[in-house]
Nanobody, 116 residues
Framework: QVQLVESGGGSVQAGGSLRLSCAAS????????MNWYRQTPGKQRELVAF???????QYGDFVKGRFIISRDNAEKTLYLQMSSLQTEDTGVYLC??????????WGQGIQVTVSS
């Protein structure tokens, strides 16, 4: 059974940094696209960033150069380095992996809280 587990969240003051990780366990196979989403208060779930197996990366407009997404295919792990965090970044961050055989897996989500 495939599971995605996020780690690295927590509380930080505005201007601080956090590094999120999302590790897959089980026989997930080849992952085409790895994504970070977030659910912030009062807003719909939004895409933070994705990275595909060809290295293409895209960020949400709100990222504005503050976050870096990366992946380790051998370790089946996705990362998100977040810097210059703002209070508006507070929310639950979720990872998802979309595989070559069209399976879509999601993590449970991890809380990120940015205080002023």
């Amino acid at each position: 059974q495939v599971q995605l587990v996020e780690s690295g969240g927590g509380s930080v003051q505005a201007g601080g940094s956090l590094r999120l990780s999302c590790a897959a366990s089980g026989s997930i196979g080849v992952v085409n696209v790895m994504n970070w989403y977030r659910q912030t208060p009062g807003k719909q779930r939004e895409l933070v960033a994705f990275i595909n197996d060809g290295g293409r990366i895209q960020y949400g407009d709100f990222v504005k150069g503050r976050f870096i997404i990366s992946r380790d295919n051998a370790e089946k792990t996705l990362y998100l380095q977040m810097s210059s965090l703002q209070t508006e970044d507070t929310g639950v961050y979720l990872c998802s992996f979309f595989t070559r055989i069209a399976h879509d897996y999601w993590g449970q989500g991890i809380q990120v809280t940015v205080s002023s």
